[in-house]
């Protein structure tokens, strides 16, 4: 199946995906920094240059988007239906590395929370906001 974009557009639309800064991850920031948690972002001595970390709390939130990591029986998670030869490796390998970051985040002692996209909607945010904080805490 063709792409329905030409390459100049598909670059210009493949350029405004963001990998730090999301949507998703500042709604977990304002969120965490607006009951006092004070954190670092994206530090590139952690393997997989986590998202948010509290030092304090020895605690590591990743927020992941539902396409990107391949979120499992998620509305928000669609294998595309073009270009299989590049999406499937492409989603398998970020899976891959998410599953050997989150090891080695824990082996060094850290808590790992993973916050997936879907969980941010308007239905489930305030729950999963409280439920990341009940696990920084515990």
């Not at 607006?34 to 994206?42: A, K």
């Not at 993973?114 to 009940?134: A, R």
Request: proline share 4%; with cysteine; charged share 30%.
């Amino acid at each position: 199946m063709a792409d329905v974009f030409t390459k100049k557009k598909r670059s210009e639309v493949m350029s405004l995906i963001r990998a730090t800064n999301t949507k998703p991850e500042l709604v977990v920031r304002r969120f965490l920094f607006s009951r006092g948690f004070r954190f670092r972002l994206h530090q590139k001595n952690l393997p997989g240059k986590p998202d948010i970390i509290l030092k304090k709390h020895k605690a590591i939130v990743l927020v992941n988007g539902c396409f990107w990591h391949g979120h499992n029986n998620c509305k928000g998670f669609r294998m595309p239906k073009s270009k299989l030869h590049y999406w499937k490796p492409k989603i398998a390998n970020n899976i891959s590395n998410d599953i050997k970051n989150q090891k080695e985040l824990k082996k060094r002692g850290w808590k790992v929370i993973v916050v997936w996209e879907c969980k941010l909607k308007k239905k489930s945010v305030d729950k999963t906001l409280k439920t990341i904080v009940d696990k920084i805490l515990t």
